[in-house]
């Protein structure tokens, strides 16, 4: 996790694509009859913020932090800006949102957008002041107070293992993403059967190196116990290996028959079924790599 402003959570492409602060001080002016004009300090303004960012759909449900971020506009309300350190900012009133769509899938799904924030400073009832919030009391970084307490003494070689399971989880999608580029090829050259048959061979040969990545995931993840995203993560991947187990099914028995037929649409629906089902639990990899986020913060 890179920030959390209130509920919503970010995994960014690297951080703020830009981050601007205002601090500002307030004074009255007096005119005078003679002389230039005199000023008197009021004290300082309320500090602004304004950032930009970027959400894309591999590191994270694109609407739901879109969403989110509206919800907190409309309800006008403070909401908190704390990094993924740790480091709590400030409380703030979101006054301006400005959104852009940078990229969307074929069933209209939002995959990448770029989003304007403008935050102003909340100070309250100085008597009264808001409480930090409870993700930072004391000195727990605020991702590992997200973790069952019966998990955090444990957090070191869950840490390692989920890392492992996130990086095998992007590489079938790299590997799917190559196979989607093979197929694209085939296709450009239907009229030629033989070839088509030798790029589906390719096509294969990361398919198998893919699957066995997939298969070998529910061991790993049996050990994040109950830990938030895990069930989600571990259904999402289940069913994409079922899928891809499917669209290998189809093309070796395409190699097989040496003619291109009603196999070849078969296994790319098989794998465009298995590329969405990955794209759907992106919200868990989101949850699962802000545990290893918080431990690399030095929590």
């Known amino acids: 996790m890179f920030a959390q402003l209130g509920d919503v959570t970010f995994e960014l492409l690297g951080s703020f694509a830009s981050l601007e602060e205002t601090h500002a001080a307030q004074f009255a002016q007096h005119d005078v009859l003679a002389g230039r004009p005199r000023l ?13 960012l970027k959400l894309h759909w591999k590191l994270g449900d694109v609407d739901a932090a879109y969403h989110g971020l509206i919800a907190a506009k409309e309800a006008q309300q403070a909401v908190s800006l704390v990094y993924g350190t740790g480091r709590f900012v400030g409380w703030f009133v979101i006054e301006r949102l400005t959104a852009r769509t940078l990229q969307m899938d074929k069933n209209g799904r ?28 004391g000195e727990q970084n605020p991702l590992l107070a997200m973790l069952p307490e019966s998990m955090q003494n444990a957090l070191n070689p869950i840490a390692e293992k989920i890392g492992t399971a996130v990086k095998i989880y992007r590489a079938v999608e790299d590997d799917i993403g190559a196979m989607q580029n093979l197929i694209q090829t085939a296709r450009e050259i239907k009229n030629d059967p033989a070839g088509v048959l ?29 830990l938030a995203g895990a ?15 499917s669209a290998v099914g189809e093309f070796r ?7 291109v037929g009603g196999w070849f649409g078969a296994g790319v629906a098989a794998l465009d079924a298995a590329a969405e089902s990955l794209g759907n639990g ?3 990899v989101q949850t699962l790599t802000a545990f290893v986020a918080a431990r690399r913060d030095g929590a």
């Not at 990361?206 to 997939?214: E, P, S």
């Open 40 to 52: 008197q300090a009021m004290g300082n303004a309320l500090t602004e913020l304004r950032f930009s």
């Open 198 to 226: 030798n790029l589906v061979g390719d096509v294969l040969g990361v398919a198998g190196g893919a699957l066995d990545h997939l298969n070998g995931l529910p061991e790993i993840v049996q050990s994040f116990g109950d």
């Open 282 to 284: 992106a919200a868990a």
């Open 253 to 259: 028995a395409g190699i097989e028959s040496g003619s």
């Open 231 to 245: 069930a989600q993560f571990a259904a999402q991947a289940a069913q994409a290996a079922q899928q891809m187990g």
């Open 110 to 137: 939002t995959a990448a957008r770029e989003i304007d924030v403008e935050l102003k400073e909340f100070v309250g009832d100085p008597n009264n002041p808001l409480p930090a919030p409870a993700v930072v009391a």
